[in-house]
């Protein structure tokens, strides 16, 4: 086998195993092996002349980024992809806002800050929680509260000092 075969089965080989690495989890050792494989194709080749090297070089200069970029877009649809990463659940719309009938109720009602509202946090009113928004300022965690108004599906609160 001449030098400039050994080059280029080195080479596929080094960018077959990139390839490989994206589909089966092997951290890193497929990578590291498959560009080690790339560096003596290289080798191999420039030992060949220098335009076969230079050739090889910029093969791989296109090919290890654009690999990369494919792993990274193609990595969460692998099986283990979805492993790591399982996919978003989707939200509905009743997932993601209030019912404003369900908090009208608590307009006038005192209530007690759980988390700091820097402007948005949760406050607990009768035993419910609910996310609020503060009508001006910041207010802290464990601070009476009450239930100003209501803005689009946001419950608007202001600090008291009566419990």
Do not use: W
């Not at 191999?44 to 070089?57: E, K």
Request: charged fraction near 15%; hydrophobic fraction near 50%; glycine fraction near 8%.
């Amino acid at each position: 086998m001449d030098q400039l075969t050994t080059a280029i089965i080195l080479q596929a080989v080094g960018i077959a195993l990139l390839v490989l690495e994206i589909f089966i989890p092997s951290h890193g050792v497929l990578s590291l092996t498959g560009l080690g494989c790339l560096i003596a194709g290289l080798y191999a080749a420039f030992g060949v002349s220098a335009t076969a090297g230079y050739v090889s070089f910029f093969i791989a200069l296109l090919l290890v980024p654009a690999i990369a970029v494919t792993a990274v877009k193609v990595f969460h649809r692998t099986p283990f992809g979805r492993l790591i990463s399982p996919p978003n659940p989707r939200l509905t719309q009743a997932d993601t806002s209030v019912d404003v009938a369900d908090i009208q109720p608590l307009v006038g009602s005192v209530g007690r800050t759980i988390t700091p509202l820097r402007p948005v946090g949760t406050c607990e009113f009768d035993g419910r929680r609910v996310e609020c928004v503060a009508e001006m300022g910041l207010i802290e965690a464990h601070e009476p509260v009450r239930a100003v108004r209501i803005d689009g599906r946001e419950l608007v609160v202001a600090l008291c000092k009566e419990e």
